[in-house]
């Protein structure tokens, strides 16, 4: 979720700015369009990697941080609930 958050603002960010700026230097439309299209592009992908190293940080800085859940030994069960025999469906 983070890559594709962060490419498409990026992306935004970058055809927006290309407009603003063609618009500033006074270039023909066609220019200025074909441009921000390159921009859009650019600043997608980059956006992608970018997002892609922040999740990539984050996920790892999770696995650091939160303990690993104990599992529950062979046969046990809640409370309220019956034991489950090999085999048997659980309901």
């Given at each position: 979720?983070?890559?594709?958050?962060?490419?498409?603002?990026?992306?935004?960010?970058?055809?927006?700015?290309?407009?603003?700026?063609?618009?500033w230097a006074g270039n023909d439309a066609d220019v200025i369009l074909t441009r921000a299209w390159w921009a859009l592009i650019l600043c997608l992908v980059l956006g992608g990697l970018l997002g892609w190293m922040a999740q990539t940080v984050v996920m790892d800085h999770l696995q650091e941080s939160v303990p690993p859940r104990p599992a529950r030994p062979a046969g046990t069960h809640d409370a309220g609930e019956k034991p489950i025999a090999p085999g048997e469906a659980k309901t």
């Amino acid at each position: 979720m983070i890559i594709r958050m962060t490419a498409g603002t990026f992306a935004l960010l970058g055809f927006a700015a290309s407009i603003f700026a063609g618009l500033w230097a006074g270039n023909d439309a066609d220019v200025i369009l074909t441009r921000a299209w390159w921009a859009l592009i650019l600043c997608l992908v980059l956006g992608g990697l970018l997002g892609w190293m922040a999740q990539t940080v984050v996920m790892d800085h999770l696995q650091e941080s939160v303990p690993p859940r104990p599992a529950r030994p062979a046969g046990t069960h809640d409370a309220g609930e019956k034991p489950i025999a090999p085999g048997e469906a659980k309901t």
